[in-house]
């Protein structure tokens, strides 16, 4: 069984400083771990993927996020936030050839002028 | 490309009574497609499976004669929720999975209020 823990509800960063949401997940097979964001009543957008190749992938808006198989992890990574980029953020993750997506409970991003 | 649709996008009715809820990929063929269901505040739990032209699999505890999908074409798939009560308020999002590659692009959301 696949499953993701967002370890953080709520983060807040001033504008113009790092952004960290944290991520580990637990799978049986070859995960593919994905990240995507929700803006208010709004649908979700993929920010970035990995699927078994480069363990750093590059997303849009300047997110990134680096797989860690010995961690078990997937932070997502942004190097000057923006006042734009507040909004909740999902790490989900895929097992296999499954079609079934695992989302975590989400991080709430908050930024502060 | 790969753009998913939902409508409408709000829809308040009357306690007993049904609605449907239409999800659509506009620009490719989606064999499947999925529904998920999200609480304010809260991630997004998968609902039901949806296969064109079979009947849909769903989730443990989602009742399958409350919820009733239909998905009758590779670009449309409808979610009636029936005899709606206030606790099926919620927001309600739809996905299409585009082949190959197994990705799934999510439509906008239907906001759903029971009074």
């Known amino acids: 069984a696949q499953s993701v823990t967002q370890l953080d509800s709520h983060v807040s960063v001033s504008e113009g400083t790092p952004v960290l949401l944290r991520c580990n997940y637990s799978s049986s097979y070859s995960p593919s771990l994905f990240w995507y964001v929700q803006h208010p009543n709004k649908g979700l957008q993929l920010l970035l993927k990995y699927t078994s190749a480069a363990t750093l992938v590059k997303g849009i808006n300047g997110f990134e996020a680096e797989f860690k198989k010995s961690e078990t992890s997937f932070h997502l990574t942004k190097p000057s936030a923006h006042m734009s980029d507040a909004a909740e953020y999902f790490c989900v993750v895929r097992e296999g050839g499954a079609d079934g997506l695992t989302f975590g409970k989400g991080t709430h991003l908050i930024i502060q002028p | 490309g790969a753009v998913v649709s939902q409508h409408p996008s709000r829809v308040i009715c009357k306690s007993g009574t049904s609605v449907k809820i239409e999800c659509r990929s506009l620009?490719?063929?989606?064999?499947?497609m999925f529904w998920y269901r999200q609480f304010p505040k809260q991630s997004l739990m998968l609902m039901a499976t949806?296969?064109?032209?079979?009947?849909?699999?769903?989730e443990q505890g989602v009742e399958k004669d409350k919820f009733l999908i239909n998905h009758a074409s590779l670009t449309l798939s409808t979610l009636t929720v029936t005899s709606a009560h206030p606790e099926d308020s919620s927001f309600y999002i739809c996905?299409?999975?585009?082949?190959?590659?197994?990705?799934?692009?999510f439509g906008p959301g239907t906001r759903l209020t029971v009074t």
């Open positions: 620009d490719f063929q989606a064999t499947t």
């Open positions: 949806s296969n064109e032209g079979s009947k849909a699999t769903y």
């Open positions: 996905s299409a999975r585009l082949p190959p590659g197994y990705e799934q692009y």
